[in-house]
């Protein structure tokens, strides 16, 4: 079993920057591909970014790609998401995710076993 705990949301202007963090505890954090989606109101959940096991191998949805940054400290437990230059269309709830003994992470959500309670951000233009 696997508890993952978001922090880092909030409210920041068009232009701006956040950075999110997940801190995992329980099963070992390593064995786990981790993943970062995110749901606005009256949307399903996206995929945004993922990062493999060792952490040497990252992926990205086309609408973030070269805002955001997706790294993990597997001596901390914890996986990250720099997000730069956010744009209105970010604004939703963030939630960190966890694929148990998978070496690369899905982009499916169906794929994860473990998910966060989420962390909301809201971008103002």
């Known amino acids: 079993h696997v508890q993952l705990v978001e922090s880092g949301g909030g409210l920041v202007q068009a232009g701006g920057s956040l950075r999110l963090s997940c801190a995992a505890s329980g099963q070992a954090f390593s064995s786990c591909a981790m993943g970062w989606f995110r749901q606005a109101p009256g949307k399903g959940r996206e995929f945004v970014a993922g990062?493999?096991?060792?952490?040497?191998?990252?992926t990205y949805a086309d609408s973030v790609k070269g805002r955001f940054t997706i790294s993990r400290d597997n001596a901390k437990n914890t996986v990250y998401l720099q997000m730069n230059s956010l744009k209105s269309e970010d604004t939703a709830v963030y939630y960190c995710a966890a694929e148990v003994d998978t070496w690369y992470a899905a982009t499916e959500p169906n794929k994860y076993d473990y998910w966060g309670q989420g962390t909301q951000v809201t971008v103002s233009s």
């Open positions: 990062v493999s096991r060792s952490g040497g191998t990252t």
